[in-house]
C-alpha cells in the first residue's frame, strides 16, 4: 500500500511538471509569435469595416479670440476634437499651420462679425466661413466634401508588387466623395502608414490577426477607428445612393441669390423633362448628378442623382479653366496685367528663364487663353506621351520647369490643341503679379461677388498656389450663376463684376481645336457648338470638365444649363451634350 501511494506521488509530480513545461513553452510560443512581423503579403486583396460615424468627417470648427494675436482653435467632430492654442504669423488676418499638411488663412469682414478664408489640407484650398458667437466664431469643415456621409462602409485594397513594394489605397461606400490619392507608404514593424495627397487625411493600419485595425488621422490625431476583415466585394460596384429631389416643380427657394420660378412662366414643355429624369433613372444617361436650366435669369429647373444635392460642391475638373479665363479678364480690368498680348516670359520667375528661346519668346498671354502657344503641351489626339501633357508634367517634381522645357511644335497663335498646360501657365502669371494669395484674389473679386462661398480650390504641384489647369469643387447651382454672369455680359445682381468687354472678348471663336474630334472653334477657355433641333441650329458657349462637367451658355434662348456627371473612364464624358440635345433645348425651344 505504501509502495502504491509512493509510486502514485511520483507519477502525480511528473504529471504536474509536464503540464508546467507544457506551459512554459506555450508561452514562449506565444511571446516568440508575438515578437515576429506580419508579412505584408499575407494581407493582399480587399478589407471591409465600418466606420463609427456617419459624421466622422464632419468638422466644427471654432477660433477664440483671445488677445495679442492669439487664439485658440478647436476642430471637432461627434467624437474627437483638437485644441490648440495658436499665434498668428500675420498682424492683418488670422494665419498659422496646425502641421506640415494643415494651414489656415482667414479675414475679419468689415464689421469683424465673421471670418472667411482657406484651410489648405493636402493639395486642396476649402473655403470656410465662421461666424462671430461672442468671442468665439464657429463654422463647417467638410474634408470630404459631403455634409454627411450616405454609408459607413469603408474599405481597404493591399496590393502587392512583383519589387517587393506595396501599396494600401482606401475607398469609402459615399462615392460622391471623389477618393483618395494614397501614398507615402511605409511600414514599421506591424503598422502601415500611408497619406492621402488630396485631403491631407493620414491613415495608420495595424496587421493584426486576421484582420487590420484602421485609424483615420488629422494632425496626428485620431479621428476615426475601425477593424476590417477580409472582403470579397468588388470596389468598382460601389454606389452612392440617397434622397433624390427629382421634379419638375419649382426648385427650393434658397438664400443663394436665385431666384427661382416654374416652368410654366417661361413655356417649357415639361414631358421632355420628364422623359430625362426617367432616361436617366434608366441609366440611359448613366453617371449623371445633376441637370439645372436658368431662364431669363430665374432658376426653374433642378434635379438630382445619385444621391447629390444641392450642397455638395462638385469636381469641375477642365470646366473651372473657364473660371481661370474669367480671373485673368478681372486682372486686366483691375490694370494688374496690361492686356493679353503680353509676353509669357514678362512673368516667369528668374529661375526658369533660361528655358526661353526666339520662339517661346513669342508666346502671348492671348496664346495661353486660346490653348494656342505652340508647346508641345497637349493633353490628347496627337500625343498623349508629350513631355509637358498633362499626365507627364504633373507627375514632374517641378511641373513650371517640365512645361517650359517643353520643344515648340507651332508658331505661337497658329494652331490651337486642347492642353492644360497652357491655363496653368495663366496661374503662374497671375500668382506673380499679385501682392496678395491668388486664391483671396479669386475669391473677393469673382466668388464673392457671386455670393460663392461653398468651394473648393486644387492647388498645382506647390501644394500653395491655385491651379488654373482645372480642379475646382462647386456646388451646381454656383457654376449656374458663373453661366449666368456670363450670360448677363460680366453682370451679376447690378454689379459689374467682369467687363462686358471681356465677355465678348471671352466668347469670340479664334482657331479651331485640332486634336478633338469635333474640332470646335474656341475662345478664350470656352467651347463653342452648335446643336440642330427640329431644323433649328441653337449656338451654345461651353466650359467643359472630364468626367461629363457642363455649363451650357445660350444666348439665343437667354438659358443657361449645367449638367454634372461622373463618367470619368467609360468614355462618356460628352453625355451631357446628348442630353441637351435630345431633352433639354426641345423643352426650351418655344
Known amino acids: 500500500m505504501n509502495i502504491f501511494n509512493g509510486l502514485?506521488?511520483?507519477?502525480?509530480?511528473?504529471?504536474?511538471?509536464?503540464?508546467?513545461?507544457s506551459l512554459i513553452a506555450f508561452l514562449c510560443v506565444s511571446i516568440f509569435s508575438s515578437c515576429a512581423q506580419q508579412d505584408i503579403k499575407d494581407y493582399q486583396g480587399n478589407w471591409e469595416g465600418t466606420l463609427p460615424n456617419n459624421n466622422s468627417f464632419n468638422f466644427e470648427i471654432i477660433i477664440e479670440d483671445l488677445k495679442s494675436n492669439t487664439y485658440n482653435l478647436t476642430i471637432a467632430n461627434n467624437k474627437t476634437s483638437i485644441n490648440k492654442k495658436i499665434i498668428s504669423n500675420s498682424k492683418s488676418r488670422i494665419k498659422f499651420s496646425l502641421d506640415e499638411n494643415t494651414h489656415f488663412d482667414f479675414l475679419f469682414n468689415d464689421d469683424a462679425t465673421q471670418l472667411s478664408g482657406f484651410i489648405t489640407s493636402g493639395i486642396l484650398m476649402y473655403h470656410v466661413s465662421l461666424k462671430r458667437h461672442q468671442n468665439l466664431f464657429k463654422g463647417v469643415w467638410n474634408p470630404f466634401m459631403v455634409d454627411s456621409l450616405q454609408s459607413k462602409s469603408v474599405f481597404l485594397s493591399v496590393e502587392n508588387n512583383e519589387d517587393g513594394s506595396f501599396a494600401?489605397?482606401?475607398?469609402?461606400?459615399?462615392?460622391?466623395?471623389?477618393?483618395?490619392?494614397?501614398?507615402?507608404?511605409?511600414?514599421?514593424?506591424?503598422?502601415?502608414?500611408?497619406?492621402?495627397?488630396?485631403?491631407?487625411?493620414?491613415?495608420?493600419?495595424?496587421?493584426?490577426t486576421n484582420k487590420i485595425q484602421l485609424e483615420?488621422?488629422?494632425?496626428?490625431?485620431?479621428?476615426?477607428?475601425?477593424?476590417?476583415?477580409?472582403?470579397?466585394?468588388?470596389?468598382?460596384?460601389?454606389?452612392?445612393?440617397?434622397?433624390?429631389?427629382?421634379?419638375i416643380k419649382r426648385p427650393t427657394q434658397l438664400d443663394d441669390g436665385w431666384i427661382t420660378a416654374n416652368i410654366k412662366e417661361f413655356g417649357i414643355k415639361p414631358e421632355f423633362l420628364i422623359k430625362m429624369i426617367d432616361s436617366i433613372n434608366g441609366k440611359s444617361f448613366v453617371n449623371t448628378h445633376s441637370t439645372l436650366i436658368a431662364k431669363k435669369g430665374k432658376l426653374i429647373f433642378e434635379s438630382y442623382f445619385d444621391g447629390y444635392n444641392s450642397n455638395i460642391p462638385h469636381d469641375q475638373r477642365s470646366a473651372s479653366k473657364s473660371i481661370a479665363s474669367a480671373m485673368m479678364g478681372i486682372?486686366?480690368?483691375?490694370?494688374?496685367?496690361d492686356n493679353v498680348n503680353k509676353s509669357l516670359y514678362d512673368f516667369i520667375p528668374e529661375a526658369y528663364q533660361q528655358t526661353k528661346d526666339s520662339q517661346k519668346s513669342k508666346i502671348r498671354i492671348k496664346d495661353l487663353l486660346t490653348m494656342s502657344s505652340g508647346l508641345d503641351a497637349i493633353d490628347f489626339?496627337?500625343?498623349?506621351?508629350?513631355?509637358?501633357?498633362?499626365?507627364?508634367?504633373?507627375?514632374?517634381?517641378?511641373?513650371?520647369?517640365?512645361?517650359?522645357?517643353?520643344?515648340?511644335?507651332?508658331?505661337?497663335?497658329?494652331?490651337?490643341?486642347y492642353g492644360s498646360a497652357n491655363p496653368f501657365l495663366l496661374g503662374v502669371i497671375l500668382n506673380e503679379s499679385l501682392e496678395k494669395p491668388l486664391e483671396l484674389y479669386m475669391d473677393?473679386?469673382?466668388?464673392s461677388p457671386l455670393g460663392i462661398t461653398n468651394y473648393i480650390i486644387q492647388t498645382e504641384n506647390t501644394a500653395s498656389t491655385p491651379y488654373f489647369g482645372g480642379g475646382m469643387y462647386l456646388t451646381p447651382r454656383d457654376m449656374l450663376k458663373f453661366g449666368q454672369l456670363y450670360l448677363n455680359k460680366g453682370n451679376w445682381k447690378g454689379e459689374q463684376v467682369i467687363s462686358e468687354n471681356w465677355v465678348s472678348e471671352s466668347f469670340k471663336k479664334y482657331l479651331k481645336l485640332e486634336n478633338t474630334n469635333d474640332k470646335n472653334e474656341y475662345g478664350y477657355l470656352w467651347w463653342h457648338k452648335t446643336y440642330t433641333i427640329g431644323g433649328k441650329e441653337?449656338?451654345?458657349?461651353?466650359?467643359?470638365?472630364?468626367?461629363?462637367?457642363?455649363?451650357?451658355?445660350?444666348?439665343?434662348?437667354?438659358?443657361?444649363?449645367?449638367?454634372?456627371?461622373?463618367?470619368?473612364?467609360?468614355?462618356?464624358?460628352?453625355?451631357?451634350?446628348?442630353?441637351?440635345e435630345e431633352y433639354i433645348l426641345p423643352a426650351i425651344i418655344n
Not at 8 to 21: A, D, P, R, S
Not at 226 to 233: F, G, Y
Not at 393 to 410: F, G, H, R
Request: hydrophobic content about 35%; charged content about 20%; aromatic content about 10%.
Open 538 to 580: 441653337i449656338k451654345s458657349i461651353e466650359a467643359r470638365g472630364a468626367g461629363g462637367q457642363y455649363i451650357f451658355v445660350i444666348p439665343e434662348l437667354e438659358s443657361v444649363v449645367v449638367i454634372t456627371s461622373g463618367n470619368y473612364r467609360n468614355g462618356n464624358s460628352q453625355q451631357p451634350e446628348k442630353i441637351l
Open 381 to 417: 489626339g496627337i500625343d498623349r506621351n508629350s513631355a509637358a501633357s498633362e499626365g507627364s508634367y504633373q507627375n514632374s517634381n517641378d511641373w513650371l520647369k517640365t512645361v517650359l522645357e517643353a520643344s515648340m511644335i507651332y508658331k505661337p497663335g497658329t494652331h490651337a490643341n
Open 168 to 208: 494600401t489605397y482606401p475607398f469609402f461606400g459615399d462615392q460622391r466623395f471623389t477618393g483618395t490619392w494614397a501614398g507615402e507608404f511605409t511600414k514599421k514593424d506591424d503598422i502601415i502608414f500611408f497619406r492621402d495627397y488630396k485631403t491631407g487625411i493620414k491613415f495608420k493600419a495595424t496587421l493584426l
Open 8 to 21: 502514485l506521488l511520483n507519477y502525480t509530480k511528473t504529471q504536474n511538471m509536464f503540464k508546467y513545461l
Open 216 to 247: 483615420i488621422l488629422l494632425s496626428e490625431r485620431t479621428i476615426a477607428v475601425t477593424n476590417l476583415m477580409r472582403s470579397d466585394v468588388d470596389l468598382s460596384l460601389i454606389g452612392s445612393d440617397g434622397p433624390q429631389n427629382q421634379n
Open 444 to 447: 473677393q473679386k469673382l466668388l
Open 331 to 337: 486682372a486686366i480690368d483691375d490694370k494688374i496685367i
